[in-house]
């Protein structure tokens, strides 16, 4: 049988349908024993209270059961670990198998929108598009990721101003900590009210607060949290540590602000010059379709060229954030 475009978007649409198919029967049921322990305490164990009809037990059997024998295949696998860490940090709410799920829907949805929509049959292109998709996830994860690090990093001053100040009204730690939960704004308190939670379900706070600073890969967290773990184990006035912890981390959440500000227009700069190429690219091949063809046809030459551009690109995008990223 002859391999046509056709034949390659019948293939794809149907790789698409049953991942999306799979996806939604594994939708909201992986969970390990703590995260199903502490959704609970969330919910106020309203599970506990809910009458499920027999027909609504037997599909979530099913569903669990479908969800278990993907989660067996690739749970355990390292990629899949590291997938698991990445969700946690940015608080997606998905399992490993529906974020496999999708990169493969990514990568066909931008398929079939470059090929039947934007290049009008340009396999080529179609394919390069399929290929940006397949990223796609792992980028918007990255994004929620720095952006709730950002955000908690310039929350943790007056996080810390309210430890203090709980300590010094006779507060214990663990006290302390919850009345942070519920007075600070996500996701600080959501993050500091899933330590309670683990302490009370019998986690060691220490190993809590490791969970804690596993989620939120935050230098200065790691400097609260070590100083937490001194205290417990040699004692002292854990209040003042925190308040001149919590005035140092103010003046470097300061300083990393007026940084931040500074370098945006090299950072913004490299983004435009590294995407300038592309975005040149497929405007000329939109105007004037397979006007980028000969560079994909030929294998002697076109396709080295396209290898070394790529490189540069990315080795010139890897140079200009290492200089706009000024550590503190």
């Known amino acids: 049988m002859v391999i ?3 034949v390659i978007v019948i293939v794809l649409g149907i790789v698409a349908a049953v991942v999306i198919v799979v996806g939604v029967i594994s939708m909201r049921s992986e969970r390990d024993l703590v995260e199903e322990r ?16 027999e027909a609504d037990t037997k599909a979530s059997k099913e569903e669990k059961r479908a969800l278990d024998a993907i989660d067996k ?10 997938w698991r860490l990445q969700l946690a940090r940015a608080d997606i709410k998905l399992t490993v198998a529906e974020f496999a799920a999708a990169h493969v829907v990514a990568m066909a949805g931008f398929f079939s929108v470059a090929y ?11 394919i390069v598009a399929g290929f940006v998709g397949l990223f796609a996830p792992r980028i918007y994860v990255s994004r929620q990721t720095s952006g709730r690090l950002v955000k908690f990093e310039e929350q943790l001053p007056d996080t810390l101003g309210l430890w203090v100040n ?15 939960s519920r007075d600070a704004p996500n996701p600080t308190g959501m993050e500091f009210k899933r330590v309670v939670q683990e302490v009370q379900l019998g986690i060691d706070l ?8 596993a989620r ?3 230098d200065d967290l790691d400097l609260v949290v070590t100083a937490v773990n001194v205290q417990r184990e040699v004692g002292g006035n854990l209040a003042e540590i925190l308040d001149i ?12 602000g007026e940084i931040r500000v500074l370098t945006s227009q090299g950072r913004y700069t490299g983004y435009l010059i590294s995407l300038l190429p592309i975005l040149v690219a497929l405007f000329l091949n939109t105007v004037q379709p397979g006007f980028m063809g000969p560079m994909f046809e030929s294998r002697t030459c076109g396709w080295p060229m396209l290898g070394i551009g790529l490189a540069l690109i990315g080795m010139g995008m890897a140079a200009i954030q290492k200089i706009v990223n000024i550590d503190i």
């Not at 295949?73 to 590291?82: E, G, M, T, V």
């Not at 220490?206 to 600073?213: I, V």
């Not at 912890?245 to 990393?256: F, G, N």
């Open 4 to 6: 046509t475009p056709l």
């Open 38 to 53: 502490l959704g609970r305490y969330e919910q106020g164990f309203e599970s506990f209270l809910e009458i499920e009809d």
């Open 73 to 82: 295949a690739i749970s355990k696998r390292p990629f899949a670990q590291k």
């Open 116 to 126: 039947f929509v934007l290049f009008r049959g340009d396999l080529i292109m179609s």
């Open 166 to 180: 709980a300590l010094r009204s006779g507060f214990s730690v663990l006290q302390a900590m919850e009345a942070i």
């Open 206 to 213: 220490e190993d809590a607060l490791e969970h804690l600073l």
């Open 216 to 218: 939120v890969e935050s």
């Open 245 to 256: 912890i919590s005035h140092t981390i103010r003046e470097r959440v300061k300083l990393k």
